[in-house]
């Protein structure tokens, strides 16, 4: 099936270590981004890319990386967890920027 | 900036009854309005969007919603609800720019 997908979809992390999570459409979609949700406070834009090679922050990239080699894969990165971001992460992809996001399934992470 | 408010962060019907979810906006262009449904554990899922034509929007499952100039609204309905139609629901804005930003939600409880 077309779409969106993440790895993993649950994941733990002590304090301080570093993980990849990994998004990847075959829509051939030229934007994608990474939301977090949190209760109660919606979705909150970390990065997006405009296409290959192309990456900018959103409203809350501290303490994240992201990188698009593909047109394809859009991995988040994680360094040096800290328990603030324990969340629930969202890739998302489109055709152009004014809207119709196709969602991935999420990714639970939770740092402690 | 655009913002996005939803009235109601948890609003409960009767199978049956009417559904309303209000969404109020904020945009210094005209903007693209969109309802998203999130259903447990998933990601985002589109339920309609208004792109400037007619102002009475259809989605699937047999919701609409009306967008209002005058009122800054785009509150989304539908005439009965179902049990399946227990999920949470995001209004988003865009100004056909950079920014989309997405409303905090509201959760519909469906009680038989």
């Known amino acids: 099936n077309a779409g969106v997908t993440q790895t993993p979809k649950f994941r733990i992390l002590k304090i301080g270590q570093s993980m990849t999570l990994q998004c990847a459409q075959d829509m051939n979609h030229n934007y994608m981004y990474w939301y977090r949700q949190d209760p109660g406070m919606g979705l909150k834009l970390i990065y997006y890319s405009v296409g290959a090679g192309i990456t900018d922050k959103g409203e809350v990239p501290n303490g994240y990386n992201v990188s698009r080699s593909t047109t394809e894969d859009f991995p988040l990165r994680l360094e040096l967890a800290a328990p603030s971001q324990t969340s629930v992460y969202f890739c998302?992809?489109?055709?152009?920027?004014?809207?119709?996001?196709?969602f991935g399934s999420g990714t639970r992470l939770t740092v402690v | 900036a655009q913002s996005v408010t939803q009235l109601g962060s948890h609003v409960s019907v009767s199978e049956g009854a009417l559904v309303l979810l209000r969404c109020n906006y904020s945009s210094s262009v005209p903007p693209y309005l969109f309802w998203y449904v999130q259903y447990p554990n998933q990601g985002l899922q589109l339920l309609l969007k208004y792109t400037s034509a007619a102002t009475l929007v259809k989605g699937i499952n047999g919701f609409e919603a009306e967008f209002k100039k005058s009122e800054t609204s785009f509150h989304l309905t539908k005439p009965s609800a179902h049990m399946s139609d227990a999920a949470e629901y995001f209004c988003?804005?865009?100004?056909?720019?950079?920014?989309?930003?997405f409303g905090p939600g509201t959760r519909l409880s469906v009680l038989p």
């Open positions: 998302a992809s489109s055709y152009d920027r004014v809207g119709s996001y196709t």
């Open positions: 988003a804005v865009s100004d056909l720019g950079q920014n989309f930003v």
